[in-house]
């Protein structure tokens, strides 16, 4: 199986890095000084929890017009650069290639093979363009929810916090060969990647504490402990998570956490800034369209009331503009 990590950074990283170790041929993508510092020295690789602390040596490119197609590719990058570079990136693509898109909020595939009246429906929120659904091809894609947590330490050089566990499956929840022979593919190199009988329903218990905890924050300039202790945001939260179960709950989504244990299990990880806040820190590019407007689009889609979410996205949205970090 040929393998290429179209986005070399944290995850994608992380999980080369993974795949390398145990003796899985990969091929990176990457740009700038991580990508010179890769293909100068190596690719570095610690973690604690896999007590590794180690560099390796890849295949990596900046121009991928000459490296022919593969099997399987994973996009690291996030859902404005997805869209952006998807023609781009299908240039690496056969008929019969996977896509494993790892980004974060609601993806752009989501209604594919959803069935009843929404199926099909392409989200302007995240796909304004429909170049995903056109060159990547839904029939492509293997869903996957992430939760590792992981940061460029510095460039080629990647640092894994916690968490092994990438959740694969189906537009339509069948366990067909090719999302077992991924899920051997990561378990083979430590990483956790069960099937998921319901990919959407894990993809919202991720999203409800995503919409809600990264956009608040660059309001706040909060840590997690902080918003979740503090009875104010607190508030904010549980209303935004409980909108966001209202637009499941009318496109049949099961819940699969209480909203009150899955404020509790952020509050657990302590005083950890959201990498959404992190980013807005750095002036990088915000993911909030995938995050919350891609929500406010399916409360429109739905006819569901959702007035917390909307303020904050309007709010978060001026703060991102005004940092320039907002991209439309």
């Known amino acids: 199986m040929r393998i290429c990590i179209f986005g070399a950074g944290a995850i994608g990283g992380m999980i080369g890095s993974l795949l390398k170790y145990n003796n899985i041929d990969v091929t990176l993508i990457a740009r700038g000084e991580h990508y010179n510092e890769i293909k100068k020295n190596g690719l570095v690789f610690k973690s604690k929890e896999y007590n590794l602390d180690i560099c390796q040596k890849f295949d990596i490119y900046q121009d991928i017009s000459d490296i022919g197609k593969f099997d399987l590719v994973i996009n690291g ?173 009318k496109l049949n989504i099961p819940m699969k956490l209480d909203i009150e244990k899955r404020i509790e299990g952020a509050r657990l990880v302590g005083d950890h800034k959201t990498s959404t806040l992190q980013d807005f820190e750095e002036k990088k590019p915000l993911e909030l369209n995938a995050l919350i407007k891609s929500l406010v689009e399916l409360g429109n889609l739905t006819n569901t009331n959702i007035p917390t979410i909307n303020t904050i996205f309007a709010l978060s949205k001026y703060f991102a503009v005004e940092n320039n970090c907002y991209v439309e």
């Open 77 to 249: 990058l996030k859902a404005h650069s997805a869209n952006n570079t998807a023609k781009h990136v299908s240039q690496l693509l056969h008929n019969s290639s996977v896509i494993l898109p790892t980004l974060n909020g609601i993806p752009w595939w989501f209604f594919y093979k959803f069935g009843g009246n929404y199926d099909n429906y392409q989200l302007r929120s995240v796909d304004p363009n429909e170049f995903q659904w056109k060159f990547f091809k839904p029939s492509r894609v293997i869903g996957c929810v992430v939760y590792p947590a992981a940061f460029i330490k510095s460039p080629g050089v990647i640092e894994h916090v916690e968490g092994k566990r990438l959740i694969l499956g189906e537009p339509d929840n069948l366990k067909t060969t090719r999302v077992e022979v991924l899920s051997k593919l990561f378990m083979s190199a430590g990483i956790k990647a069960p099937i998921s009988k319901n990919i959407r329903s894990d993809i919202w218990l991720k999203l409800i504490g995503n919409s809600s905890f990264n956009p608040l924050s660059i309001i706040t300039k909060a840590t997690l402990k902080k918003m979740c202790e503090t009875q104010e945001t607190k508030n904010i939260i549980f209303n935004m998570m409980t909108e966001a179960n209202n637009i499941a709950q």
